[in-house]
Structure formats: C-alpha cells, structure tokens
C-alpha cells in the first residue's frame, strides 16, 4: 500500500461554526468567566445524563479531587481503584492524603476486576473509584452491592464514559457521584473541562463551594447585577471552576454529542470487523452489560504471533504516518507509586499482561471513513509481514 504523506493524528477535535459562534458571543458579552453559560452548560449535561446535580469544573481530576474532599476522605483513609487509569485518578486520591488500594483487573476488557475487590477493603476503606475504561461500563450492581455492605462512596471516573450505558441507562443516572473530562481527547471538548454530577444534594452543595476556593454559594456571581461583595469561606477550596468560554464550547459540543456518537461507533464497527480477520490482533471484549461510548479503540498484539513487540508495532504505525497512543502506562509501573506503595513486578500480572500489547488506534468524529480503512490497511500489512 501508498504511505500516505499526511499525518493522521491520534485525535482531533470535531466543531462548526454553533463553537464559533457560541464563544464569540461570550467574549463579546464581557462576562468570561463562570456566569449563566456554565450554569447553563451544567443543566443540559445533567439532563443529557440523567443526574440531579452537575458541577462544571476545569477538568475531570478536579471533579474527582472535589467530590472524594467534600466526603471527607483523607489521611488513613483507604480509596479502591484500577491500575489500568490515567494517573490523574489516583493522584486525586493521594492528595485527599488517604491511600489508594489497587485492584487488578480483567485483562480482556481492561476494567477493574469486580470479584477481587472485596478481598481488598479493610477497617480503613472509605471508597470504590472505578473507572469505565475505554467506554465500557464496569459491573455497577456488583460494585454497588459491596459498596452498600460496607458503607463506600462510589465515585465513577467517567473520563471515557459520555454516553456510556448500563443495563440500559446512562452512566450518571443512577445516583452516584460521577466524574467527567472534557479534555480535547474526550468525546466532547472544552479544551479543558469537567463535570460532576450526583444525585445527593449534600455533596453536590458542598463540592460547589469547594470548586471556588471555599466560597459561600454563589460567589462567582459578586461582579454581577445581582451579585453581593460579600462572601465567606467556608472551607479551604481550590480553584476549580470553569469559564463561560469553555462553558459555550460545552454546549455546541452537547448539541452533537449523538451525531458524534454515531460516527465513532460506525468506526469501531468497521474497526472490529477488519481485526477479526486479522490473526494475531485482538480488540476488547465486549462485557455484554451496556453500550459502549467508544472513546478508546484499543487493540491487542498477541506477542507469540509476531517478531516485533508492541512498541516497534507503534515506531511502524507512525512510519505509515499514523499517531497512537498507549491507554495507560499502568499506575503499578511509575517510579512514585512504585516508591510510595511498593507496588512490584507480578502483584498485578493481568494488568501486566494487557499492558504488553496494547495500542489504541485513532478514533475519532473528526476523521474520515477512508482514514479508518487506511488504518486497518497499515495494521494488516504490518501484521503480514511480521507474522512468526
Ligand atoms: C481514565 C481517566 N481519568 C481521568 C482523566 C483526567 O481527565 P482530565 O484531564 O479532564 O483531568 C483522564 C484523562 O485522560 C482519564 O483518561
């Protein structure tokens, strides 16, 4: 096959002139920052996912890092996660002071393995972080039931999981505390950006005020007509909140959000029944529990099938002018956690083992049905000619 002479970059976002547009108006209206758009932005999201409460903040760590704070989650405190995350997730963990716990998981569809979390919690456990890897729901009534036995907060790290279902409903409609990202990779973009969303109105209330440095309710709105000079901090909160500019992206990228959906699943599609003809290359699997957001196409390179490795498979995908990426270097691989909570070879082997093969693949609205034939194009021939 012709190499092409383009980049074809492991994301790009998807917009029209309604972002354009939307953010011109708000530079223009002079109010900037958080005002009546995000408050707006919060509202269609929280219906979009059938919450009761949505608080729009900077990024989806922030929303993490807000909601385990306004639990009162901290030193000596034990928090229940995934190794296969972004680092963010347990980061947010460490700063509340309390320790993350990992559990391994399911190396087919690299979420959290939900019949080994019960032989990790202990006295100090306070709560269940799991994560919705690539778009796929994790087992939420299993993950619910021990949460309710031993009385965990749940807080769902929904980074990948926009339009993510299970059993039916969307993830965020059923009660818990869930986190969003909106960062440019995500399946709608603020630039950067996040969502909380929740059900309990305590935690919505108090993450709010955390969200804004500590500030009494409604601060943001002191420069406003209606607005007061006064305000008090209550608690010592961070600076978290979004912008209306970010906010406006928000809502053009929530009026596409279907249309987007159904481009990236028309290329998973076409993803998934190129690669089952491909020997050696496996996709996840399917848990069967709901639809899938199809944030991530992740691949799987069977080692024994080929005389490269991952990583020389990712050097030829980009001599073919392709970008990837590798979801995730997994949390039990960095020198901090590995220094911290001496995390060492074998005590995760089935994150260990997916962590070998994978390659997530371009996947996104924003590129062309004749760049995904051209992908699988590029993994096949690789595939030929580095069959053992
Ligand atoms: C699983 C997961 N959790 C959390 C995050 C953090 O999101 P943000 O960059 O919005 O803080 C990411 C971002 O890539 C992620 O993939």
Known sequence: MNKRDEFLPYCRPYFDDDELNRVADVLKSGWWTKGSVTR???????????AKYAVAVNSCTAAMHIALVAKGIGEGDEVISTPMTFCSTINTIVHTGA?????????????????KIEAAITEKTKAIVPVHYAGQSCDMDKINAIAEKYGLFVLEDCAHALSTEYKGKKIGSMGNACAYSFYVTKNISTAEGGMLTTDDEELYEKASVLSLHGMSKNAWSRYGTKGDWKYEVCDPGFKYNLTDIA??????QMNKLDEMQDIRTEYAEIYNKAFDKIDGITYLKDNGLGKNSAHLYVIQIDKNKFD?????????????NIGTSVHFIPICMHPYYINNFGYKKGDFPETEKMFEGIISLPLYPSMTREDVMYVIEAVREIAREHAK
């Open 99 to 115: 320790k993350p716990v990992l559990v391994d998981i399911d190396s087919k569809t690299g979420l959290i393995d939900v019949d």
């Open 247 to 252: 906010a406006a992206l928000g809502i053009a």
């Open 40 to 50: 707006e932005f919060e509202k269609v999201f929280a219906e979009y996912v059938g």
């Open 308 to 320: 490269i490795d991952r990583d020389t498979f990712i050097e030829l995908l980009k001599e073919y």
